[in-house]
């Protein structure tokens, strides 16, 4: 499926690159379809009006971490862009290690930046609404027409805070899966069937735990707990902050839906009695949130993990006779908040057109996103016949660095190294998509911040361990809610709640 | 003003040997200092720090709902106050030992030895500190079953980690602190102590009426300095020794995990800074107490 | 020798030899898990000995190793300009503050503390650094503000004052100006105190990421804690955000490639140490004046 719309939009691109005529093709994305823009006259007319005489330097933020033959391939990708667009561009990185601090702290600092990836995670809403970010609305059908194009009008709205549109988000669709990464070979030795639920996962973790004495059954560590979120989105519920580990969650299939915390749903005790069970059992020890091995189960040390398929799929490359299956857990999947990754232009920028010009070829030319992403062909990577890239050497450049702000189901490769069961995997997910317009709404957390920053710190101290059963379920619930209450619960899900009904009256569709 | 040119003009040169330290200080602490404002603004990016709105005491407020703010003060202030005593003890102690050291290698290989917690990063004694204590196979319990005795669960004993971090902090600073002691201690005339010997005094004696004195300034020093610094807890050690182990938090959170953690999505440029100053403000107002009680009894042990 | 003296030493023996292995074992587990393997430290924990000895890590870390050679060279340059400066700045200022003579001491002392307690928070430090003093990517960024750390100052201060002020005196009656007393008089009585301070300066600026993380980007010019830093913090930071972010915990560094790099981090300054204790010699610095 993939592999034709390569084909197709490799062929439509060679027609017309051939004939001197840039016009994106709407990228056909599953929920969001766009009618083609078919304004391609009017376009290029624009397009090539523009004055690009004089020469510039665009800067560049990213966050990741720089692959150590980057230069190499910006040497290239520079020649390319003076010839199409005089200018260069210069890329700087906000390392993993600090990101939280670096970045408010690169916006602040009144460097010039002329493009930004930015998301939902790095507090893409609250510096939009701080003026960290240039409003786009007019210059993008100027500059970048056919990223303009590209987004669909419910994608826009995601990008919009305050009556703007601040960036542009992603054109790859992004799923909420989230499932259990367990060993094939032992699913094989102890006869175990795949499953898609809850029992089917305490399934496989008891027969490790009876069984595999040494491996932990759930590799469960000090980072995030996943339990608690995926059950509650199994059961359908949506978290409000868009992902996981956030406090206040809203079902979707209620005519008005009311705002409320894991603490207050009435299936809690129900999961918490199950949660107590798993401990009992033994699926996972009782120091738990002190270790931080994050490798338990690539080194064996552990029978699976809850996470989501490219994990998945990283994992299955390391061990690859463990045949390591992912079964997706939460079963009605949603298509994530289009800014889940995006591209906006800071205040700061010195040269906003042509940034937004370099950001529509990313968008729509392959030879920039191929160059970009994966590196020089035949040193950093191999377009293979079926279009999917191999990498030829992690090292030097490891795939797709720093493109996530500006992919599009459209230019993306599929990556030759993934499991052969990775087609299968996403045809489950495709299929089990359900529609959440409530991905689109995004919580203001600036009238309540302080009791925010409060509640905050009692989920983390009452919250974590009271799901992997460490304090008594019904003392330690109870403890729980009274202590969210004096952080201010109540006053955050009634601004919440207001928040949530305009939304749900002006959204309209 | 005119003693200030008088003044002046007697201690030109020594006006002038200050000069570069003052103008550092201004250029990299002083000027900066500004940012302070942030605690009562609303920040904007496109304002400018200059440029934001003033919001009063509203950053403030997350720290005092549901009397947490309280709670992580109170916890701040005692774990500094045991582990500055406790630790400065130790080192003085050390250092006295090793300075009676007579075998020149041993005593140059103790001292090397026990600087070298200083060089381990937090992060790293992290990891080591869930292979001590976890209930599976950690050295703790690894130990009491070998004695025959039940594995204890650590984490879930809040009480028992107010000495573990005194141990762990002590166990870091002992070798640094005690460079301190051992140089004072050194700078102490020889002929004072075979003056004393040939009076007859023993070893103890020698140390209570010589050593101790000699480096009263030194300790006073050091402890005013710690004293000056009670209100911010080290970070990396409390974050990495209790880790995600909410259970803990009540006994062993301090002002710094408590910020980290609230603002940990939000990372509201102003509340962080309003959590800073409040820190400021409280060392402030100790440490100016504290040093007016040493200048009324040796001003010259005073900080200022 | 007296019985006091016998009792004192074993007990004092003792007691310092269990310190001193107290200190030693971390180290020993640390350079132990960097000679390990990944899988033996997931599944047996850290050990004194390496589980499953290699040299894997290493190899890793000094496959390309002009990173680690000039992030060394970095650090190194650093450390050094920043350790001679500093400790001439510290020293003089040191001896200006211990001046009984100097009528305006406690006001400048007073200047000086009162940084230690207020901090202008990262926004505005670095918003001046890099807007008004154009320091951004330039390593004076790093040395500059850590030349005159405040409680060193103090403590050098302290050992200055320990030198009678009667040499001082003498000396002045001599003609001699004070910045010559202070070459020629201070400086050669303040040995201990001056190898404590510049040891504590150059270990300040071996360790420091802080400022490296602020201030470059550049990897070239990255110091060798900083790097370590960012390894360390990003295991921690990818673990913690891979859910939101909705990326594959991708391939963040091993434990044992960690320990790798805290020992390589770590290896010159343990060094200094030792140097320094050379200077740490009793009763040599005070007896220079009769009476």
Redesign the interface.
């Known amino acids: 499926m993939r592999m034709r719309k390569q084909i197709l939009s490799a062929i439509l691109a060679g027609v017309m690159i051939a004939s001197g005529v840039l016009t994106g093709c709407g990228s056909a994305k599953e929920d969001s379809s766009k009618a083609a823009v078919d304004t391609e006259v009017q376009q290029t007319a624009e397009t090539s009006d523009i004055d690009i005489s004089k020469e510039v330097e665009l800067v560049m933020y990213a966050v990741g971490s720089e692959p150590n033959d980057f230069g190499t391939m910006m040497e290239e990708f520079n020649k390319m862009l003076k010839e199409d667009l005089n200018a260069t561009l210069k890329v700087k990185w906000i390392g993993w290690s600090d990101w939280k601090n670096q970045y408010p702290l690169i916006l602040s600092s009144g460097e010039n930046i002329d493009i930004i990836y930015t998301a939902t995670w790095l507090n893409f809403y609250q510096q939009a609404q701080k003026g960290a970010f240039l409003p786009l609305e007019e210059l993008l059908p100027v500059y970048a027409p056919n990223s303009w194009a590209q987004t669909s009008e419910g994608a826009r709205y995601q990008a919009t805070v305050d009556g703007h549109i601040y960036c542009v988000p992603t054109g790859k669709s992004t799923y909420s899966s989230y499932g259990a990464i367990v060993r094939g070979d032992l699913m094989e030795k102890y006869n175990l069937e795949e499953f898609h639920d809850f029992e089917g996962y305490a399934n496989y973790m008891k027969t490790i735990a009876e069984n595999e004495p040494g491996m932990q059954p759930s590799g469960q560590y000090s980072a995030e707990i996943l339990f608690d979120d995926v059950y509650m989105m199994s059961k359908g519920l949506y978290c409000l902050n868009g992902s996981t580990g956030g406090p206040y969650w809203i079902d979707p299939s209620q005519e008005h839906p009311t705002v409320f915390t894991a603490a207050e749903w009435d299936g809690f005790p129900e999961f918490l009695d199950m949660m107590n069970e798993w401990f009992q059992e033994g699926f996972w020890p009782a120091s738990a949130l002190a270790n931080q091995d994050d490798k338990m189960l690539e080194t064996g040390k552990a029978a699976s993990k809850i996470h989501n398929i490219d994990t998945w799929a990283t994992e299955y490359t390391k061990n690859p006779d463990w045949d390591l299956r992912y079964y997706d857990l939460v079963g009605n999947i949603n298509t994530l908040s289009q800014v889940q990754d995006a591209i906006a232009i800071p205040v700061t920028a010195k040269n906003p057109e042509r940034a937004l010009m370099l950001l529509d070829k990313w968008r729509t030319e392959q030879k920039y996103f191929d160059l970009f992403t994966y590196g020089i062909p035949g040193v950093h990577s191999e377009i293979l016949e079926d279009g999917s890239v191999k990498g030829l050497n992690d090292d030097l450049f490891n795939l797709d660095p720093c493109s996530w702000g500006f992919r599009t189901d459209a230019l993306l490769r599929d990556n030759a190294n993934l499991p052969s069961s990775y087609e299968e995997n996403m045809e489950y997910i495709r299929s089990h998509v359900v529609e959440n317009k409530y991905r689109s709404f995004f919580v203001d957390t600036e009238a309540v911040k302080n009791e925010y920053a409060a509640v905050q710190n009692v989920m983390s101290q009452y919250y974590d361990p009271l799901v992997l059963g460490y304090t008594d379920k019904e003392a330690g619930l109870e403890e729980l809610k009274a202590q969210l209450s004096a952080a201010g619960n109540d006053k955050i899900k009634e601004e919440l709640q207001k928040q949530l009904d305009s939304f749900i009256e002006s959204y309209g569709k | 003003m005119s003693d200030v040119v008088h003044?002046l003009k007697k201690?030109r040169?020594?006006f002038l040997?200050?000069l570069?330290?003052?103008l550092?200080?201004l250029?990299?602490?002083?000027?900066?200092?500004?940012?302070?404002i942030?605690a009562f603004k609303d920040?904007?990016?496109?304002?400018?720090?200059f440029g934001s709105d003033w919001i009063g005491l509203?950053n403030f407020?997350?720290f005092f709902?549901?009397?947490?703010g309280l709670r992580v003060t109170v916890n701040t202030v005692v774990y500094n106050l045991v582990n500055l005593i406790t630790s400065q003890a130790?080192s003085v102690?050390?250092a006295i030992?090793?300075?009676?050291?007579n075998a020149k290698y041993f005593k140059?290989?103790?001292?090397?030895?026990?600087?070298?917690?200083?060089?381990?990063?937090w992060?790293?004694?992290?990891?080591?500190?869930?292979?001590i204590?976890?209930?599976?196979?950690?050295t703790l319990n690894s130990v009491l079953r070998f004695f025959g005795k039940e594995p204890v669960?650590l984490?879930?004993m809040p009480k028992a980690w107010f000495f573990v971090i005194m141990i762990f902090n002590s166990?870091k600073w002992?070798?640094y602190n005690s460079?301190?002691y051992?140089?004072?201690?050194?700078?102490?005339?020889?002929?004072c102590y075979e003056a004393a010997e040939i009076d007859g005094a023993?070893?103890?004696q020698r140390i209570y009426y010589i050593t101790l004195p000699s480096i009263r300034?030194?300790i006073v020093?050091?402890l005013l300095?710690n004293v000056?610094?009670i209100m911010r807890g080290d970070f990396q050690m409390f974050y990495q020794i209790v880790?995600?182990?909410?259970?803990l938090?009540?006994a062993t959170?301090v002002i710094d995990t408590?910020v980290f953690?609230?603002?940990?999505?939000?990372?509201?440029?102003g509340?962080?800074?309003a959590a800073?100053?409040y820190q400021?403000v409280l060392?402030?107002i100790i440490?100016t107490v504290v040093n007016g009680i040493v200048k009324r009894i040796e001003p010259?042990y005073?900080?200022? | 020798m007296s019985a006091s003296k016998v009792a004192f030493n074993i007990t004092g023996y003792a007691f310092v030899i269990l310190i001193a292995l107290f200190c030693l074992l971390p180290f020993v587990m640390l350079v132990s898990a960097s000679f390990s393997t990944e899988k033996a430290i997931s599944l047996q924990g850290f050990g004194i000995l390496p589980r499953e000895f290699t040299t894997e890590a290493y190899e890793l870390l000094f496959k390309y190793p002009q990173t680690i050679l000039r992030a060394y060279g970095v650090s190194i340059f650093i450390t050094v300009v920043g350790t001679i400066l500093g400790l001439l700045i510290t020293a003089m200022t040191g001896f200006v503050l211990s001046r009984s003579d100097f009528k305006y001491r406690n006001r400048f002392s007073f200047y000086f503390y009162f940084t230690t307690l207020f901090n202008g928070g990262m926004v505005s430090t670095y918003i001046f650094v890099i807007r008004y003093l154009h320091l951004k990517e330039n390593l004076l960024a790093i040395i500059l503000p850590l030349m005159l750390n405040v409680f060193y100052l103090l403590i050098m201060r302290s050992f200055i004052q320990a030198i009678p002020m009667s040499l001082v005196e003498s000396a002045k009656i001599d003609g001699a100006g004070d910045f010559k007393i202070f070459c020629s008089i201070i400086l050669p009585l303040s040995k201990a105190g001056l190898a404590t301070i510049g040891l504590f300066i150059a270990l300040g600026y071996w360790n420091d990421w802080y400022h490296a993380m602020l201030f470059i980007s550049e990897r070239e010019k990255w110091p060798l804690q900083y790097m370590l830093y960012d390894m360390l913090n990003t295991a921690q930071a990818m673990a913690n955000l891979s859910t939101q972010a909705n990326i594959s915990l991708a391939d963040v560094p091993s434990q044992s490639l960690r320990m790798a790099m805290a020992v390589v981090a770590t290896g010159p300054a343990l060094l200094l140490y030792p140097f320094v204790q050379k200077y740490f010699v009793k009763g040599v610095t005070v007896g220079a004046v009769k009476g």
């Open positions: 003044e201690n040169t020594l040997m200050i570069p330290a003052v550092i200080t250029v990299f602490s002083y000027i900066p200092m500004s940012g302070l942030l920040y904007r990016f496109d304002k400018g720090i509203d407020r997350f709902i549901s009397g947490t130790l102690v050390v030992i090793i300075t009676e050291m140059k290989l103790t001292q090397s030895l026990i600087f070298l917690p200083y060089f381990i990063s992060i790293i004694v992290g990891a080591f500190v869930y292979n204590f976890n209930v599976e196979y950690g669960n984490y879930q166990w002992v070798g460079v301190v051992i140089s004072a201690i050194t700078g102490v005339d020889a002929s023993n070893i103890w300034p030194t020093i050091m300095l000056g610094r880790g995600n182990n909410g259970q938090y009540n959170d408590f953690r609230s603002l940990t999505t939000s990372g509201d440029i509340m962080t800074t800073t100053l400021s060392c402030f440490i010259d005073a900080l200022y």
